[in-house]
């Protein structure tokens, strides 16, 4: 049983795929937080994105949790349910930009690292990409759209016990 239809999956979509994994895999291998000091027991040393992916849901569970979101958008884009990819890569960004605020109310912002930035890049091609797949495909997608309505629209079964 295969998961995906290869012949289904468009380009446009694959495209935006592979550059949000790339922006992801460069941010996993860079310095996404520089160190911090935050008092004379506690002397961090900088942490590259795939120590963060790693030990994030302990320290920062909210920007943590924007990994899975955006990659359900990613599977969401792939199996062309690119409404929902578009929400859930939306709300990915802004699980990250709380974790931002956060971070930046306690820490100085200037230890946000290329990693940091390049985690966010990734999470906007997916939001913009998935934006130029509903306008690319916007005849699947108003049709979905509309089927979704029309169910929505139809009365309940009478279930009689």
């Known amino acids: 049983m295969r998961i995906f239809k290869y012949r289904a999956i468009s380009l446009v979509d694959l495209a935006v795929t592979c550059l949000a994994c790339s922006a992801y895999s460069i941010a996993l291998s ?3 937080i520089g160190g ?3 008092g004379p027991d506690f002397d961090h040393p900088p942490m590259s994105g795939l120590n963060c992916l790693l030990s994030g849901w302990f320290h920062f569970p909210i ?3 924007a990994n899975p979101v955006m990659f359900a958008a990613i599977v969401l884009l792939l199996t062309r349910c690119r409404s929902a990819a578009f929400l859930s890569a939306t709300g990915a960004i802004g ?3 709380l974790w931002t605020y956060d971070f930046c109310r306690q820490f100085p912002p200037k230890l946000l690292m290329a990693g940091y930035h390049w985690w966010i890049l990734s999470m906007q091609v997916i939001v ?3 934006l130029c797949s509903l306008a690319f495909h ?3 997608t108003w049709r979905s759209l509309r089927a979704l309505w029309r169910k929505r629209q139809e009365p309940a079964p009478n279930v009689q016990e």
Do not use: I, K
């Open 30 to 32: 860079s310095t996404a």
């Open 36 to 38: 911090f000091w935050t």
């Open 63 to 65: 920007g943590w949790l």
């Open 95 to 97: 699980l990250a930009l």
């Open 128 to 130: 913009v990409g998935s």
């Open 138 to 140: 916007y005849r699947e």
